[in-house]
C-alpha cells in the first residue's frame, strides 16, 4: 500500500543516512568519538531524512493523488494557515508541516533505538557483541 510505501522510504532514508554520517565522520576525523559519531549520523540522517520526505510527499500530492492536494489546502484554508487563493502557499505550508514531522519523527526513532541497542552489548551474561556504532568505533580505535 502507500502508506507502507512512504514509511518505508521514511525509515530506509534514515538509517541509510545514519550509516552515512557516521562513516563520512571516521573517515574524516582521525579520533572518533562514539558521541561525535552519533551526533554527525544524526544530522545527516535528519537532514536528508527531510529533503527525500519533501520530495516523496511532494510527488505523492502532485503525482500520486493530485485530487487530495484540493483537499488538502481548502483544510489548510479553513484553519487559517494558508490563503485557499494561493495554491502555491497551501503545497508550502503542506511541505513545511511534513517536514517539521520528520524532523520530530527522526529524533523520536534514532535516540531511543540507540538506547535500546545498547542493552544487549551492556550485559555480559548475554554476550550478544556489540551495535555496529561501537564496532566502527573499536576499529578506528585499534586499527
Avoid: E
Wanted: with cysteine; proline share 4%; net charge positive.
Amino acid at each position: 500500500t502507500f502508506g507502507a510505501t512512504m514509511t518505508f522510504i521514511a525509515v530506509a532514508s534514515s538509517a541509510l543516512c545514519l550509516w552515512i554520517g557516521v562513516s563520512l565522520y571516521s573517515k574524516v576525523s582521525s579520533k572518533i568519538a562514539l558521541k561525535g559519531a552519533l551526533a554527525s549520523g544524526f544530522i545527516f540522517s535528519r537532514l536528508l531524512r527531510v529533503a527525500i520526505m519533501t520530495v516523496a510527499t511532494y510527488a505523492a500530492l502532485t503525482i500520486v493523488f493530485p485530487d487530495f492536494m484540493g483537499f488538502a489546502v481548502d483544510m489548510l484554508a479553513k484553519a487559517n494557515i494558508v490563503d485557499a487563493a494561493a495554491p502555491f502557499s497551501g503545497i508550502v505550508a503542506i511541505l513545511l508541516i511534513t517536514g517539521v514531522y520528520n524532523t520530530i519523527h527522526t529524533a523520536l526513532s534514532l535516540i531511543p533505538s540507540y538506547f535500546l541497542s545498547t542493552i544487549p552489548s551492556s550485559s555480559t551474561a548475554l554476550k550478544m557483541g556489540r551495535p555496529w556504532i561501537t564496532s566502527i568505533q573499536a576499529k578506528k580505535q585499534n586499527p
